[in-house]
């Protein structure tokens, strides 16, 4: 019984954490500090972490990504795996600003 209310919350919370914030793409960047890790906290938190090494919901350490910035961007847009495509969620210069500030955790090159 306990693990039948849990599981929809879980989801329903996961689905909240996951979707776009309020606003539009020029109000979301605006918060200060860099365009990109605004984007990231709002959108990629929950699975990547705010260090990018969470790795929840079988999310990869970006860290110690090697991938290239045009594969990156291909990943955030059309999604991988069990990451959602943001494609319809994110601009396509939040999309530029969030895989440079992905690049700036760690290994990419």
Known sequence: MRRSFILPWGIALL????GSASGTGEDRMAV???PGKAVFNMNCTLCH??????GLNGAKDLTVSTLTAEEM????KNGKGAMAPYKQVLSAKEIEAVVAYIRTLGGAK
Request: proline content about 0%.
């Open 15 to 18: 689905m909240l954490a996951c």
């Open 32 to 34: 200060k500090g860099s």
């Open 49 to 54: 972490g705010r260090d990018g090494k969470a």
């Open 73 to 76: 961007m291909a990943i955030v």
